[in-house]
Structures are given as C-alpha cells and as structure tokens.
C-alpha cells in the first residue's frame, strides 16, 4: 500500500464503507477511539462507516479479569503515551481487585440495540460505554449501565433494559461475532475499507491517524483510478 501524499480524491465509489471492529473491554480500542473519530470527522460526508463488536471475551475466555491483571497493568502507562487516553483510577481499582468479570457479550447486546434504534449515535454510544468503563469503573456487566448511557442518548432507559435482555438481541450481537470472525479479524481494533465485494484491511491494531489516512488516500486513489 503506497503512502504517497500527493493528490487529492474527488470522486469516491458509490458502494463503499469503512468498518470499525472493536470490543468494549479491549484497552487499545478505547486509546484507538480519538483516532476513529478524527477518522470520521474528516471522511463520513463521502464514506459511511460502520462499527461492529468483535467478541474479546465469549466462551472459555469469559473470567475474572484477575488472570491478566498484572498484564492490563503494565501495559497501561505505554498505552496512555501512545495514544493519549487516560484510566481512572476507579478503573484501576477494578483491575487490582481482579474480579470484574470479562464478557464481550452485555456491551455487544447493547450497541446492537443502539444501531437498531439509533444509528446514528451508534460510535457515540459506544465510545461513552467505553469512557465509563475505563475511566468510572463501570462494571459493564450491569444492565443499569446501558440504560444511563441509553437516556444520555434520548432513548428510554426502561425500554432498552428490556431490549438488551431479550434472547433475540443476543442472538444479534453473537451473530454479529461470527460475521467478524469471518472477515478473518482476530484482533482488536481494526478497520476495514470496503469497496463492493473487495476488503482491505487497513488497521490491525493500535495505529496513528496519519498512518491511516495516508493508507486510506491510496486505497480510495487505486479504486478510482
């Protein structure tokens, strides 16, 4: 993938988005938000983008946080150097106590009904989820979480308590798991640029915007040409 500067993009495929897949409990998403946004904020008037959860923790890795605290710790301060987001301390203290159950699936439920209900709003709902996670504490396994964040949104926090229970939006966000582990993502962040049926990867992980916009420039100049 060149990382030319030169020339600017004027006409850009009709049939195309960029794909954020992310997972609420993972760090490096949450330093990768600012990135994201900034992402959004220079290209969503020519290109939709579309954010699916990717299922850190399901199955045999759904477990007290307490096994990977000492490593969620010593990545910490290189996390914030690189990236520029901070934890809270109540954050930490969830860590250190080690047990905070990790589970992909209740956060994954809820932005499920927040695309379904509001779309529009799906990337701030889940940033705001995230922010409360990594800076408040906030036990993501508490459906009371999803219905603040929910109403901070103008939507009924009542109704989506219910929403985010039913068996049927479960169903949604898991199948939404398997759709990630499809396109091959096996690890988070990542953003993929689609163009009708082909898919580039354009991030796997932690990267600066001026990596990403100097890669996405060369993708939109290839299938323009």
């Known amino acids: 993938m060149s990382s030319d500067k030169s020339g600017s993009v004027e006409t850009i495929a009709t049939d195309v ?59 910490m301060p290189r996390l914030e150097t690189m990236t520029g987001v901070t934890f809270g301390k109540p954050y930490r203290d969830l860590v250190e106590q080690g047990r905070f159950v ?18 529009e709003m799906a990337f701030e709902f889940a940033s705001e989820v995230q922010s409360r996670h990594f800076v408040n504490g906030a036990d993501t396994n508490q459906p009371d979480l999803y219905a603040t964040v929910a109403e901070q949104f103008g939507l009924d926090g009542n109704e989506f308590i219910l929403a985010v229970n ?44 001026d990596t990403l916009d100097l890669r996405l420039k060369s993708i939109l100049r290839t299938i323009n040409t």
């Open 17 to 75: 988005e960029i794909i954020y897949i992310f997972d609420t409990l993972c760090g490096w998403c949450y330093g990768f938000g600012p990135v994201v946004q900034r992402l959004r904020k220079n290209y969503s008037r020519e290109i939709p983008f579309a954010i699916m959860s990717g299922g850190l923790a399901v199955g045999d890795r759904v477990k007290p946080i307490g096994f990977m605290s000492h490593y969620i710790l010593d990545v």
């Open 102 to 119: 990790l589970d992909s699936l209740p956060p994954a439920v809820a932005l499920a009904v927040c695309k379904k209900a509001k779309p």
């Open 166 to 209: 039913d068996p049927v939006w479960r169903e949604t966000a898991q199948r939404e798991f398997r759709d990630v582990h499809y396109l091959g993502i096996q690890g988070y962040p990542a953003l993929v640029f689609r163009a009708g049926d082909q898919a580039y990867l354009i991030a796997n992980g932690y990267t600066d915007f």
